[in-house]
């Protein structure tokens, strides 16, 4: 399958479950922080995005929490589909007024 | 309607060749970005540009040379390749200067491998 030999963090649900995501940035300097969905093949898709005068923002199906005193980022995606399955970025905009991106974790969907 | 295209889509060379990857975006964006994914999924800036100008050059090989003829146009040349070129690039773009980069929009990528 696509995991072999990736060594990504990997996250394996059953359909219709919670899924939470967790990220860890490094620049306490950032301002602005967005997850990414890459199904394979394809580029990164835009999913949520946060500003760091905020701790929670909610999407359709998807919550972004920030945690500014740790530098954690987490993505919850309610009522996991097979759609879903995909590996998730999180990006930073910091001091470098460039958008870095984090390692990624592959989420695998079972049904 | 495609947003961000880039071509090709696959690319197979020999070391020591040189390439080129062109990108479009009819967004309407004014900054446009090159990652590089590696095989362990890794993305990685390369370049951005604004308007034409280069803002962001992260310390890569001097063979690669990116150009701008428009704001709707980064292309990319690559010199001398290497086995370690070996990856998929991205293009992408945004609204607004990469101090306020907001969201970024990608193309599918091109799969770079080189023999």
């Known amino acids: 399958g696509e995991s072999v030999g990736l060594h990504l963090p990997t996250l394996s649900v059953q359909e219709g479950d919670n899924s939470i995501i967790n990220c860890a940035y490094s620049n306490s300097a950032s301002d602005y922080f967005i997850w990414y969905k890459q199904e394979s093949g394809k580029g990164p898709q835009f999913i949520i995005d946060i500003r760091s005068n905020m701790d929670k923002r909610q999407g359709q199906r998807v919550t972004v929490l920030l945690n500014k005193t740790v530098k954690h980022l987490s993505l919850q995606i309610a009522a996991t589909q097979p759609g879903d399955s995909a590996v998730y970025f999180c990006?930073?905009?910091?001091?470098?007024?460039?958008?870095?991106f984090g390692k990624g974790t592959l989420l695998t969907v079972n049904p | 309607d495609t947003a961000v295209s880039q071509t090709p889509k696959y690319l197979v060379t020999q070391m020591g060749n040189d390439k080129s990857i062109k990108c479009e975006q009819n967004l309407g964006h004014d900054t446009m970005y090159w990652y590089k994914q590696d095989s362990k999924k890794f993305l990685k800036i390369m370049f951005s540009y604004n308007n034409k100008e280069l803002i962001i050059n992260e310390t890569v090989p001097n063979r690669f040379s990116p150009k701008s003829p428009d704001k709707a146009h980064l292309n990319l040349h690559i010199n001398s390749l290497e086995l370690g070129d070996s990856a998929v690039y991205f293009c992408?773009?945004?609204?607004?200067?990469?101090?306020?980069?907001?969201?970024?929009?990608f193309g599918e990528g091109s799969r770079l491998t080189v023999l």
């Open positions: 992408a773009s945004s609204y607004g200067t990469p101090g306020n980069t907001g969201e970024l929009f």
């Open positions: 990006a930073e905009n910091g001091s470098n007024y460039k958008l870095t």
